[in-house]
């Protein structure tokens, strides 16, 4: 039988670099930093680690406005701790995955440069120019146009005016964007998340936008419009194929496209014949109400939509989103993990998660995110859940010697790596435990999702290949008597219920999950 794909069977770890451990003293992580922790992520067992973007940079969107496609940003580090780093990670059987912004560089990538220095410079239609602008809006708010006095024509930009929008039409923006690609995964890089993947083509009329009908004071200025010519346009998915096949030169690696659409749009990354994104992300978890009928309803609509041969993935959580244990309370953040650990196919979870690391206030004079202050208080600020990670108890919670660029949750005392590891039920070791289950039996990672059903609060499902596992998740604060066959408590979310025989009907405490196996010889009742 034909090996499956590493990506395939593998949890992603996803780190913001700039949070996760300083090692020079500067307040902002870097790339010693993670190789520092890299045996804690063994332990935590975890399969790749998803970096964001540590190129150089101006940092006006903390990496995601690169100024050089090839290179690290001194904050991190050099390139021979990037290649260092990437030894370190492999030597430990763990992946990388860089993170790839397409759609834009920096206002101070030497491309933009050249192209805003003249009409006539060679690479003006590296990015989109015009005399007169659309109604296009910025996701950072205010026109997606900025006018440029020297060359007195607008240009494009999707997200800050310091983000000019790159052509993809051009092929010598493919051409060079593409050698990119080839020069990480020519490193040894494992695959790529792509940033904004159903952002990079636009309507080559550029057409206005037509107004949202569903949009409400309150909300960000850009949801004033519906993006119909500005993202999801049909010809992305022959680049999305381009792309894709640039990754397949090279043997084992992966391409995942982050992609904020309706199920039913996303699914169309996967691409004809499937040679789209091997992942399009699937952010349902972090978008739908947490209860048990509609995490129910987002099960059966994404697995009943996913196209035939494609692999399925979940994500619960990123750089860009609210913490989950903020979103659904500490207790529910559990349940979550066992959620995440028990649903099929590849999953990525975002640094912190592992401690149930909440969303930390930020002050006004504390604010870096540039979504938040150029459109402050909407709710879009970012830097809530870009906060250090707590290692230990000490000042700045090992995390760094300096001032770090982020508060640290007032938490951390109690809520660290250190602390948690020092208590057996803490969510760190259900985690663990968690993961390590999915690693011990691969039926969790590629059987079928079976009969996914909401009643009482309770979210049940089954799990059904050489083995039989129920999953129950009391996704209520009530406890609930619930029917069962026979089996054995693997996991449960309080940690304490662990090889209990079970049988008929099961008691629930609130915010309990269990994972039970089921014995074949009770399958028949369920
Ligand atoms: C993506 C990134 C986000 C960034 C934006 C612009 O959505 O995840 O952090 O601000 O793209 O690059």
Redesign the pocket.
């Given at each position: 039988m034909q090996k499956s794909p590493w990506w395939q069977h593998s949890v992603i770890y996803e780190i913001y670099p700039r949070s996760f451990q300083d090692s020079n003293g500067d307040g902002i992580g870097d790339l010693n930093g993670i190789v520092a922790r890299l045996d804690y992520l063994v332990k935590l067992g975890v399969d790749a680690v998803w970096i964001?973007p540590i190129y150089p940079s101006p940092m006006a969107?903390?990496g995601?406005?690169v100024a050089d496609y090839c290179g690290i940003d001194p904050i991190f580090g050099t390139m021979d701790d990037f290649k260092h780093l990437l030894a370190e990670v492999h030597s430990r059987g763990l992946r990388m995955i860089l993170?790839f912004?397409p759609?834009?560089t920096s206002d101070y990538h030497p491309w933009f440069i050249e192209s805003r220095s003249s009409r006539m410079n060679p690479k003006r239609d590296w990015y989109l120019w015009r005399d007169q602008p659309s109604n296009w809006l910025s996701?950072?708010g205010g026109s997606a146009w900025e006018f440029d006095e020297t060359t007195r024509q607008y240009y494009l930009h999707?997200?800050l005016k310091q983000?000019p929008d790159l052509n993809w039409r051009n092929p010598d923006v493919k051409a060079a964007m593409f050698d990119a690609l080839r020069f990480w995964l020519g490193l040894g890089v494992d695959g790529f998340r792509v940033?904004?993947m159903w952002l990079m083509i636009k309507d080559d009329q550029f057409r206005d936008n037509p107004p949202n009908p569903g949009y409400r004071l309150g909300q960000p200025s850009n949801n004033r419009l519906l993006p119909v010519y500005s993202s999801d346009r049909p010809e992305v998915h022959q680049l999305v194929a381009a792309m894709r096949a640039v990754v397949d030169e090279f043997p084992d690696r992966v391409l995942i496209g982050?992609i904020?659409l309706p199920v039913q749009q996303l699914m169309t990354y996967y691409g004809a014949g499937l040679k789209g994104a091997n992942l399009p992300f699937n952010f349902q978890l972090l978008q739908c109400a947490w209860s048990a009928e509609a995490v129910a309803q987002v099960i059966t609509g994404y697995e009943g939509a996913l196209p035939i041969g494609a692999w399925p993935n979940w994500v619960l959580g990123?750089?860009?989103q609210p913490r989950m244990a903020t979103r659904v309370g500490p207790s529910q953040a559990r349940v979550a993990a066992m959620l995440l650990l028990t649903l099929p196919g590849t999953l990525t979870m975002y640094y912190g998660e592992e401690l149930g690391m909440t969303n930390v206030p930020i002050a006004p004079e504390q604010v870096q995110d540039?979504?938040e202050k150029n459109e402050p208080g909407l709710g879009q600020g970012?830097d809530p859940e870009r906060t250090p990670m707590p290692w230990d108890d000490s000042h700045c919670a090992g995390f760094t010697a300096a001032s770090p660029w982020l508060p640290i949750g007032d938490d951390y005392a109690s809520l660290n790596v250190e602390a948690l590891e020092q208590n057996q039920d803490s969510i760190l070791h259900l985690y663990r435990r968690l993961i390590g289950l999915r690693r011990s039996h691969p039926t969790l990672v590629k059987a079928k999702l079976d009969v996914v059903t909401a009643d009482s609060g309770v979210l049940r499902f089954q799990r059904v290949g050489e083995e039989h596992f129920l999953v129950l998740l009391n996704m209520s604060h009530n406890p609930v008597q619930v029917e069962i066959g026979q089996g054995t408590i693997l996991v449960c979310t309080y940690l304490d219920r662990e090889a209990q025989q079970v049988k008929d009907s099961l008691h629930l405490r609130a915010a309990e999950g269990v994972v039970i196996q089921l014995d074949q010889s009770t399958e028949k009742l369920l």
């Open positions: 964001s969107d903390f995601y406005d993170d912004v759609n834009h996701n950072f999707s997200f983000q940033d904004v982050e904020y990123n750089h860009d540039p979504a970012r």
